[in-house]
């Protein structure tokens, strides 16, 4: 399997630290202090997950050189679609890639990486040759905007890459992944019901879902602990090492939580790629948001080996070992 694209696509509109220091008891600097964070990209009502995940996917076809009918596959991770049954149909359809499969993958913040072993797996077996992986939230339609522990993280957006079957060599070199339901409360978006009587004999639910709900404290100890070790195997089946790496790209949670982990790799600043800063936390489009930022801003180059790792909701962890380049 090789890497041969990359594209991402934000909401044109945002809100600035300033901006939601108006609305709830916050501040500049008190938001960059604990997050990195300076703004977050928002779509409007007439912004739709299917059509940002459209246009970084025709953005990845572009630079792959593929046209969407070579596509077999399109993975979208997501954890907000614009149908409860799956948005990734709706791509396929925008994009024109007529003859490739579609579905929905849903592992919060661990999305894109979980999406972009599948696609590995699927490749390598010789099932498919051309696989579309996205990664793609608008999580602002989940956000309680009058919680300060929440309403400043997340952000909007999409990020794609292609796979595609090769005879050159594999460039996802390891991977590893985790789950741990026993933590699931520490971040969640949960389903909050009514009790409906249909008839004497039978009682269902109907509701809607809560706003997100997070245990900032647990989740900043949970990544902290868990990416490092998480990174650390999926490297140990790579037959690498930290020293071997060119890039660290972390889920943009937090800057914090990147600065720490890069502190237990002993990977210096000059090897992290971060854009938190400008996006916050955009879930599963985080890492493909950055990687393609990356790659067109010529910061990764053909044969660099990146560690990637999604963490997030699930609670769900996982690692990537990939190297960049045809």
């Known amino acids: 399997m090789t890497i041969t694209g990359s594209g991402s696509a934000t909401p044109d509109q945002f809100l600035s630290n300033n901006d939601l220091a108006l609305m709830v008891d916050t501040s500049d600097e008190w938001i960059k202090a604990r997050t990195g964070i300076g703004k977050r990209h928002l779509a409007s009502s007439s912004v739709s997950l299917s059509q940002l995940s459209a246009q970084a996917a025709s953005k990845a076809l ?93 952000g909007d957006g999409a990020g794609a890459i292609v796979c595609q079957a090769t005879e050159t060599g594999d460039r996802l070199l390891g991977f590893e992944m985790c789950s741990d339901g026993s933590q699931n409360s520490s971040l969640n978006l949960g389903y909050q019901g009514l009790e409906k009587s249909l008839n004497t004999k039978a009682e269902i639910t109907q509701g809607n879902y809560q706003f997100i709900t997070m245990n900032g404290r647990e989740v900043y100890r949970f990544a902290v602990a868990k990416v490092p070790e998480v990174i650390e195997k999926a490297l140990y089946h790579a037959g690498l090492s930290a020293a071997d790496l060119d890039w660290l790209l972390l889920h943009q949670a937090n800057q914090r939580i990147i600065d720490a982990v890069a502190d237990r790799l002993k990977i210096t600043s000059e ?38 790792s999604g963490f997030g909701a699930g609670l769900s962890w996982g690692s990537a070992i990939i190297q960049w380049g045809k």
């Open 62 to 154: 572009e630079m792959s050189g593929l046209a969407p009918n070579d596509l077999d596959l399109i993975l979208l991770a997501t954890s907000s679609p614009d149908d409860l049954f799956g948005s990734a149909c709706q791509v396929q359809s925008l994009i024109g890639a007529s003859r490739a499969v579609a579905f929905d993958l849903t592992a919060a913040c661990s999305g894109f990486v979980f999406a972009l072993v599948t696609a590995a797996q699927y490749i390598r077996t010789g099932s498919y040759r051309n696989v579309l992986v996205i990664g793609a939230d608008i999580l602002s339609r989940w956000v309680d905007w009058n919680d300060r522990g929440t309403c400043i993280l997340f």
């Open 271 to 308: 090897k992290v790629i971060s854009n938190v800063a400008e996006y916050g936390n955009t879930s599963a489009a985080s890492i493909p948001i950055a990687l393609d930022e990356a790659i067109r801003q010529r910061k990764v180059k053909d044969g660099d080996i990146i560690a990637t």
